[in-house]
């Protein structure tokens, strides 16, 4: 399905298909990008994820109450979620106009609505009712916005087709976009992904809207996604992984356990070219720092070429050139693709 190529914020333009890394203000690793003793992941990808919930009741909420850019060394767009996921894992509820108001204040360059997404194993009545809680609430941000400049996207949820349909013909027609959620407890199923993610797609493209995946990114997922015209989709693998320890292979593309496996494969990221596995190793922040930030070149790299691929209209041959080392990559895409055909949905 067709992709809208640029998303134009107040700090700068997208190019899409866009992987954003997922950032925080906490303690440990974030102080070492700040103050740039390792480089940081703004300045390696097209935009940013700020997660709400771990910016808030940081050391650093007062040093970006009036706008989030000042902390930075360059003006880049900067997507803030509203920290819904998080607060449904602690239990607060917060109020979708504070969040919108803290949003505002960030500066935040793209922000989306407050919503409730769903756990697993939910019962029907209390799982339609938090649906209509969070299309209650994106509705209810958009008529309070008071920010120009920021893009509001309006959170959606739901796993069926009716669901979707329903939950999209709740919703304004004046959102600046949409982001899909409560996917990430079902990120292995990447079939009934496929399935949620095109409707959601659908309803995008006939609003000419982009689309945002929250969380769900592992690399088949990335190849899949861009090929169904997803414009951005954020992840924290690279973080996640290097808490443990684990160093992207640069040709499987899996999470290889260093500890275990004794020795990394060759990279040719800048990272890798100073420096090594002992490198990585050390129990501080910077250390961390450095192997997330191999991660994430690694990730950049491979959204990089997709996005060549996808301009030349060569994403197979990519996919198959990929799946000699990770035949997963071809199983998604595969799916991905007879699905589209099979449903008819117009490329
Ligand atoms: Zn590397």
């Known amino acids: 399905m067709d992709i809208i190529s640029k998303i134009k914020t107040s700090n700068g333009t997208i190019k899409t298909p866009a992987l954003l890394p997922v950032c925080a203000l906490t303690y440990g690793v974030w102080d070492v990008f700040i103050e740039e003793k390792v480089i940081p992941p ?12 771990y910016v808030r009741n940081t050391k650093y909420e007062e040093k970006v109450s009036d706008g989030f850019h000042k902390l930075f060394t360059e003006k880049k767009p900067i997507f803030v979620d509203s920290g819904g996921f998080q607060s449904m894992k602690k239990g607060i509820e917060r109020d979708p106009i504070d969040v919108l108001r803290f949003q505002e204040k960030l500066k935040a360059d793209v922000a989306a609505t407050f919503d409730y997404p769903v756990p697993l194993n939910i019962d029907n009545s209390e799982y339609i009712l938090m649906l209509e809680k969070s299309i209650n609430s994106a509705n209810l941000a958009l008529q309070n916005k008071k920010r120009k400049e920021m893009l509001l996207y309006a959170c959606v949820h739901g796993f069926s087709d009716k669901e979707i349909d329903w939950y999209f013909s709740k919703l304004d027609h004046d959102f600046d976009g949409y982001a899909i959620g409560s996917l ?12 949620i993610i095109y409707r959601a797609k659908m309803h995008t493209h006939k609003r000419e809207k982009p689309l945002h995946l929250f969380g769900v990114t592992g690399f088949p997922m990335l190849y899949a996604l861009s090929f169904m015209g997803v414009e951005t989709m954020d992840s924290w693998t690279y973080l996640v992984a290097s808490i443990y320890k684990e160093y992207i292979h640069p040709e499987t593309l899996k999470r290889v356990r260093m500890r275990k496996v004794g020795d990394i494969p060759k990279c040719e990221c800048f990272v890798c070219s100073e420096f090594g596995m002992d490198d990585f190793l050390g129990a501080t922040s910077v250390p961390q720092a450095y192997l997330a930030i191999h991660n994430l070149n690694i990730f950049m790299r491979e959204m990089k070429l997709i996005n060549e691929h996808v301009n030349r209209n060569s994403i197979e041959e990519l996919i198959e050139e990929k799946s000699k080392k990770n035949q997963r990559i071809k199983l998604v895409y595969d799916y991905a ?11």
């Open 184 to 195: 990430v407890p079902r990120k292995n199923d990447y079939k009934s992904l496929i399935k």
């Open 42 to 53: 703004w300045k390696l990808s097209e935009a940013t994820m700020f997660s709400l919930e």
């Open 337 to 347: 693709k007879n699905y589209l055909k099979n449903n008819k949905i117009i490329e």
